[in-house]
């Protein structure tokens, strides 16, 4: 389902960096919480845009990666 964002659903006062992205200059993104999305973002480029799902989404993409659905084969 596609949803309209407006500059409310996006108050998001703290970005948070992924733990993966430490020691990898190439590979960074922040996740920001509001009361009805979550917001991913490039950590390199933060005025190039923004990303954002519904918190069901990020919570089934969460429970996907959790799961392994998205590992290499052989890992």
């Known amino acids: 389902m596609n949803k309209t ?3 409310l659903d996006l108050d998001i006062d ?12 190439s590979d960074c993104v ?14 390199k480029n933060r005025d190039a845009g923004i ?14 990666v959790d799961r392994g659905a998205f590992d290499s084969p052989g890992q």
Not at 14 to 25: A, D, L, V
């Open 30 to 43: 922040e996740i920001g919480h509001s009361t009805t999305v979550v917001a991913i973002r490039d950590t």
């Open 14 to 25: 703290t970005w948070r960096k992924s733990s993966r992205s430490e020691g990898n200059n």
């Open 51 to 64: 990303v954002a799902v519904d918190r069901g989404a990020w919570l089934s993409f969460l429970g996907a």
């Open 5 to 7: 964002v407006t500059s």
